[in-house]
């Protein structure tokens, strides 16, 4: 009787114990399955970080502007102030380099503030900062007196050229290209300075350096027209 108790005792104990085994393997199942699920999340996170990184470069590429004219511009006046830089035509060249620095390209106008400052210390180690056409005139009024006629004759031009009707830049420019030798160009402005003021005729003939270029024909038939006509 005893033994059959026994065995009825571990019988029954089989069960309970078969029954508190399984829970622990299904939460072993459990943890495997958080990890694949863990496994899995890792490339999506991956391909998520990709994505920004091409918006980035699209958006890069739509910045970048085309080229416009003000940029052309400010390119060809800047390659025109170089050329003049370098014939050490340090007046002319600031002008430029001045319009240059107020383009669009901040790089080009920095470069070109700084061109600025060389020919202005250039110009002020080689004569004066001529600033207006009149500083050009008188500039070259002065030179013409020093007897140094081709760089008056510059400056007189660079008056002409900026204001054609300013007659006593055309009747300086007379007198200059007559005392070089330069006839056609003399008598082209002296025509010019009649026609804008008659009274610089009267002016060229009391004028004591004109005089000595009355000897030219041509010059003579301007200021004499009279004589011409008689004869």
């Not at 005792?9 to 309970?16: E, Q, V």
């Not at 600031?94 to 600025?116: C, N, Y």
């Not at 140094?148 to 007198?175: C, I, P, W």
Request: glycine share 6%.
């Amino acid at each position: 009787m005893k033994n059959a108790a026994k065995s009825a005792k571990s019988t029954a104990r089989k069960p309970g114990a078969s029954t508190k085994a399984a829970p622990r393997k299904v939460a072993k199942s459990k943890v495997k399955k958080t990890t694949v699920v863990k496994s899995k999340g890792k490339p999506k996170k991956d391909l998520k970080v990709k994505s920004p990184v091409r918006a980035e470069s699209k958006s890069k590429e739509t910045i970048t502007p085309p080229v416009g004219p003000e940029i052309k511009e400010q390119s060809q006046t800047f390659d025109k102030a170089m050329a003049l830089f370098h014939k050490r035509d340090f007046a002319r060249a600031k002008e430029l380099f001045q319009k240059a620095a107020s383009g669009p390209v901040v790089e080009m106008a920095h470069a070109a503030q700084m061109r600025i400052r060389i020919c202005e210390s250039r110009l002020a180690d080689s004569g004066p900062v001529l600033k207006t056409l009149e500083d050009h005139y008188n500039y070259g009024i002065t030179l013409m007196n020093r007897g140094d006629l081709e760089t008056a004759q510059n400056h007189l031009r660079r008056a002409v050229s900026g204001n054609a009707k300013a007659d006593h830049f055309h009747y300086a420019m007379a007198l200059c290209s007559g005392l070089m030798g330069d006839i056609s160009t003399s008598v082209a402005h002296l025509k010019k300075a009649i026609e804008l003021a008659p009274g610089n005729r009267i002016a060229a003939r009391n004028d004591t350096e004109f005089k000595s270029l009355v000897a030219h024909p041509a010059l003579r038939e301007i200021l004499y027209p009279e004589r011409s006509s008689a004869g």
